[in-house]
């Protein structure tokens, strides 16, 4: 053990103080005392310890709840030293069971303490190395936004320079893509990265709201301008001057406003329920909907010219079945994000979840991994989520037979997908992982219709 392995140690007991740290000084570790009151310990951030040891002999149950937060605090792993007398008090086998790695008895400290301590500080590498590698997996991007995307394939890679390209211009964008998918969310990043960025976003859902309101909240209405308009009222559209306004599942507004809609994005201005002043409104307008628009404007159900004054630019959000290589950081970008709801003792995922997550067919898209997981997180028992927590069960997943070759070239496109999503889609570093030549990653790439982007965005847009 090399002299620069730090450890804390909370030792107030009865016995001799200096026992424990005597031991971990001639085991090779640098120890660093943590004393009474804990809630005034401030320099846990400074040392950087791998690992704790606590004795818990002669420690109050207020020392025992100052020592629980400040083993929280710490982000290592501890251990106990305890004897068998001490674990009977409910206080400290809590304690011991929730945030304690293993607990060693003080007569057989001098034996066990050292290979254990050891591993447990080779597990807090581990976990901080993983911790680490997720991070960098859903890394912001350089113009950090509020509104977060999380993905590493190509079909995400598609849509984050889909973003970044429309968001430079001002023209209107339609977006389509199944219920779930994030179409809010990709309306969002656009206006995070556009030039109305420092103005409102505002979106409203055309399908949500009764057909005689729809008029009132987009366009306004005067005071009297009918049964119960006491007063003035500002619609959608005016309050997002200078701004960007989101119409979700557009296909669902009733032919009368689509006529008011589509004169507004003809002329710039707006008339309120009930008045007569044209009123100039500078607005971008993003559009989506989860129905199919053309087979509506053949079927009579939308305005064909609305339809093309809408669709200027163009975005498909793709569904989680065609890029479930990202299901598994999406899951623990999730897990880490609604870690207030879990319990203390939920660690993440187990391999059979990751499997499963990876083998359903996600009708519900992210909303239906979202929710999963936050269900999961509250109802899990174990330590590690399974797939029972996440509702899914295996005989529910759709099965289907696949050739040799099928199964080998499909483990070959997800090895290869997952190596670039890692090394931010750079070819040298991907092959080195994989441990192929360049050229081999090149033809694996052109073989499974892989194509690399312009400027390789990072996993988060």
Not at 281 to 290: G, K, L, N, P, Q
Not at 394 to 417: F, G, N, P, W, Y
Not at 434 to 452: A, P
Request: aromatic share 6%; glycine share 6%.
């Amino acid at each position: 053990m090399e002299k620069d392995a730090r450890c804390w140690l909370v030792d107030e007991g009865t016995r001799d103080p200096s026992h424990l740290e005597d031991l971990l000084e001639s085991l090779g570790w640098e120890v660093h005392r943590l004393s009474p009151p804990f809630s005034e310990c401030g320099e846990l951030e400074s040392k950087g310890c791998e690992v704790g040891v606590v004795l818990l002999e002669g420690l109050s149950s207020k020392q025992l709840s100052q020592l629980e937060s400040l083993m929280i605090k710490s982000h290592c792993l501890w251990l106990a030293v305890a004897s068998a007398s001490v674990m009977e008090d409910a206080d400290h086998r809590r304690l011991v069971a929730t945030l304690c790695h293993g607990v060693v008895e003080p007569e057989s400290a001098s034996s066990d303490l050292g290979c254990l301590i050891k591993h447990t500080a080779f597990l807090s590498w581990l976990q901080t190395q993983d911790a680490e590698s997720r991070h960098s997996a859903a890394a912001m991007s350089s113009d950090a936004a509020e509104y977060e995307m999380v993905g590493t394939t190509p079909a995400m890679w598609k849509l984050f320079q889909t973003i970044r390209k429309v968001a430079a211009v001002d023209a209107p964008i339609f977006i389509s893509g199944e219920s779930g998918t994030g179409k809010e969310l990709t309306a969002q990043a656009i206006h995070e990265r556009s030039p109305r960025t420092s103005a409102a976003f505002h979106a409203i859902n055309c399908g949500a709201l009764p057909d005689h309101l729809i008029q009132s909240e987009l366009f306004g209405h005067e005071k009297g301008a009918f049964t119960g308009a006491a007063q003035r009222k500002i619609g959608r559209i005016e309050a997002t001057n200078g701004g960007t306004l989101f119409l979700d599942e557009i296909g669902d507004l009733p032919l009368e406003l689509q006529v008011n809609l589509l004169r507004f994005l003809e002329t710039r201005t707006i008339q309120r329920v009930g008045g007569l002043e044209d009123i100039a409104v500078d607005v971008r307008i993003i559009a989506a909907t989860h129905v199919d628009l053309e087979k509506a404007v053949e079927e009579g159900r939308f305005r064909e010219d609305l339809y093309h004054r809408l669709n200027v630019l163009q975005i498909k959000v793709p569904p989680l079945r065609e890029h479930k290589e990202d299901i598994e950081i999406l899951a623990r970008y999730f897990f880490e994000r609604f870690s207030s709801e879990k319990a203390s003792r939920l660690k993440g995922f187990s391999r059979e979840a990751l499997l499963v997550m990876r083998q359903y067919h996600w009708p519900g898209n992210i909303r239906e991994l979202i929710n999963r997981i936050r269900r999961a997180m509250v109802m899990c028992e174990n330590p590690l989520i399974q797939p029972e927590d996440l509702g899914i069960e295996r005989r529910k997943i759709s099965r289907h037979s696949m050739s040799l070759d099928q199964a080998r070239d499909t483990a070959e496109r997800e090895a290869l997908v997952a190596a670039l999503g890692r090394n931010r889609h750079k070819v040298l570093p991907a092959a080195q992982e994989l441990g192929v030549s360049r050229v081999t990653i090149y033809r694996l790439m052109e073989k499974h219709g892989l194509s690399r982007p312009e400027a390789c965005p990072t996993a988060k847009s």
